[in-house]
Nanobody, 115 residues
Framework: QVQLVESGGGLAQAGGSLRLSCAAS????????MGWYRQAPGKQRELVAQ???????KYADSVKGRFTISRDNAKNTVYLQMNSLKPEDTAVYYC?????????WGQGTQVTVSS
């Protein structure tokens, strides 16, 4: 089993920054993908960014140039540095782990960006 624990959410003004962290524990395969999804009220959950354990990254078009995903493999921790925040970034952000077998999800952390 795997547990994912997010932290770092909160309130920010438009143009501000937040850094999310996700610490994974449990049985994690050597080859896996960790990422961040978000879900705003009334909207579907969407991929924000992801990275594999080799360092390859993928970003949603809406966050390219503003968000950066990184990871510390030794700590099994993934980060999401969010800069130039916009009100439309307001959502619950979920950490995700993809590996052979079922995916795992964190509990979510609220990010609210005011104008």
């Amino acid at each position: 089993q795997v547990q994912l624990v997010e932290s770092g959410g909160g309130l920010a003004q438009a143009g501000g920054s937040l850094r999310l962290s996700c610490a994974a524990s449990g049985r994690i395969f050597g080859i896996h993908v960790m990422g961040w999804y978000r879900q705003a009220p009334g909207k579907q959950r969407e991929l924000v960014a992801q990275t594999d354990n080799g360092g390859s990254t993928k970003y949603a078009d809406s966050v390219k140039g503003r968000f950066t995903i990184s990871r510390d493999n030794a700590k099994n921790t993934v980060y999401l540095q969010m800069n130039s925040l916009k009100p439309e970034d307001t959502a619950v952000y979920y950490c995700n782990l993809k590996q052979p077998g079922p995916d795992y999800w964190g509990q979510g952390t609220q990010v609210t960006v005011s104008s």
